[in-house]
């Protein structure tokens, strides 16, 4: 049995399903052991109080447990983990105690990472770990997945250093021409698309919906990265949409009589939420960087498979993807409500778990990953910011 080892800040069993989770389920069914090891969480979190763990339906478990033949998850508190203050001195005067995470980890994933065949470093808190990963893994594929661009994310400067000295990894793997560009120096960049569940998605669900309603129903289904204002605008601009949030939310959210805040849902809810909306909304901050969520934003794609309009900000709009209308393209709210159907065909997630296991074994690379020469000279693969069209 080939073993593989997740570092993520996800928890194996959680409600919202990352890309990651997804990866998991599909390298089991093929025949690998899985090690998830969940990092980013330290004793300050349960001192301060996550809001990440307050949207577990329990604690976690700490320690090493083994769920079966093919799943181990590891979840323990160093110290420490990488933190951003808002004060630039304090955030400097933390920086050598995180030392004290990484020889944390170093213990705990000794074992797992020498019986390791591939290695998996999810973007976030893990990349701290990368010389650690190479010096404990040497035989393994190590790869860096850029899920997001945590430069978005408020991310300490540790990680941002962390992440540009990438020489830890054997491959950089991301959905994002824009991230890929970001790592043209390293010698090894594919270009992997995230997916969907397609066996899930083909069974029917019930409508979660009050009917009748006075007018469409606009679904946001997720909070990263997201725009209050900019969400409370177009409530207030559409009193006539129905407004659905499902998501965590670090604050209280203004309160609108036609906006609801259903909070963190599983996925089932989640995508009878989408199936049965009009609307996609991907209201993400309106900010330098965001418009890599047009390919690595899991509500996007499923408002594609089901065929909703997206409406966001204009850098997230590309004439490949027609179906994402901007804020401030003619008549957006308009061609929101009059759109018609037209569902898109999208990557089932098994693809994704293809990709990132092929390394050594299937060649060449190209057959199940984007060239690396490719992905990773920006000419090729940047896609402009471009402004929305009608």
């Known amino acids: 049995m080939k073993r593989a080892v997740l570092l993520t800040g996800h928890f194996p069993f959680q409600k919202r399903r990352p890309s990651m989770l997804w990866v998991s389920h599909h390298l089991r069914a093929a025949g690998w052991h899985m090690t998830h090891v969940t990092v980013?969480?330290?004793?300050?979190?349960?001192?301060?109080?996550?809001?990440?763990?307050?949207?577990l339906d329990k604690p976690p478990h700490y320690g090493t447990q083994h769920h079966g033949p093919s799943l181990t998850s590891i979840y323990s508190l160093p110290p420490v983990h990488p933190v951003k203050t808002k004060s630039t001195p304090?955030?400097?005067?933390?920086?050598?105690?995180?030392?004290?995470?990484?020889?944390?980890?170093?213990?705990?994933?000794?074992?797992?990472?020498a019986q390791?065949?591939?290695?998996?470093?999810e973007s976030g808190p893990p990349v701290l770990l990368g010389p650690l990963l190479a010096k404990q893994a040497p035989q393994a594929a190590r790869i860096y997945r850029v899920s997001d661009d945590i430069r978005?994310?408020?991310?300490?400067?540790?990680?941002?250093?962390?992440?540009?000295?990438?020489?830890?990894?054997?491959?950089?793997?991301?959905?994002?021409?824009?991230?890929?560009a970001r790592f043209a120096d390293h010698p090894n960049v594919t270009l992997d698309?995230?997916?969907?569940?397609?066996?899930?998605?083909?069974?029917?669900?019930?409508?979660?919906?009050?009917?009748?309603?006075?007018?469409p129903i606009a679904v946001c289904a997720g909070t990263t990265l997201l725009d209050t204002a900019a969400l409370t605008r177009l409530a207030d601009a559409r009193p006539r949409w129905q407004f659905h949030v499902l998501g965590r939310l670090r604050e209280t959210p203004p309160a609108r009589p036609n906006i609801t805040w259903h909070g963190e849902q599983d996925?089932?809810?989640?995508?009878?939420h989408i199936a049965h909306a009009d609307i996609g909304l991907a209201p993400y901050r309106d900010e330098p960087g965001v418009a890599y969520q047009t390919t690595n934003s899991n509500r996007i794609l499923l408002y594609r498979y089901h065929g909703l309009p997206t409406l966001g900000p204009d850098r997230l709009c590309h004439p490949s993807i027609p179906s994402i209308i901007g804020y401030n393209s003619p008549q957006a709210l308009d061609r929101c409500e009059t759109w018609k159907r037209d569902p898109e065909a999208v990557p089932d997630w098994k693809e994704l778990a293809d990709r990132l296991s092929q390394n050594s074994v299937t060649e060449p690379p190209e057959v199940t990953s984007t060239p690396p020469a490719s992905a990773a000279n920006p000419r090729v693969?940047?896609?402009?910011?471009?402004?929305?069209?009608a």
């Open 381 to 389: 693969n940047t896609v402009p910011a471009l402004a929305c069209k």
């Open 40 to 55: 980013g969480y330290s004793w300050l979190s349960k001192v301060f109080g996550d809001v990440r763990l307050t949207a």
């Open 116 to 121: 390791a065949d591939l290695v998996i470093c």
């Open 90 to 113: 304090l955030n400097r005067w933390l920086e050598p105690g995180y030392r004290l995470f990484t020889n944390h980890w170093r213990r705990r994933l000794r074992t797992p990472l």
């Open 267 to 272: 996925f089932e809810t989640t995508r009878a």
């Open 193 to 215: 698309p995230v997916g969907i569940p397609h066996a899930n998605l083909k069974v029917s669900t019930t409508d979660p919906y009050p009917r009748p309603h006075p007018g």
């Open 152 to 180: 978005l994310l408020n991310a300490p400067d540790i990680l941002l250093r962390a992440e540009r000295d990438h020489r830890p990894f054997t491959r950089i793997s991301t959905a994002s021409p824009h991230i890929a």
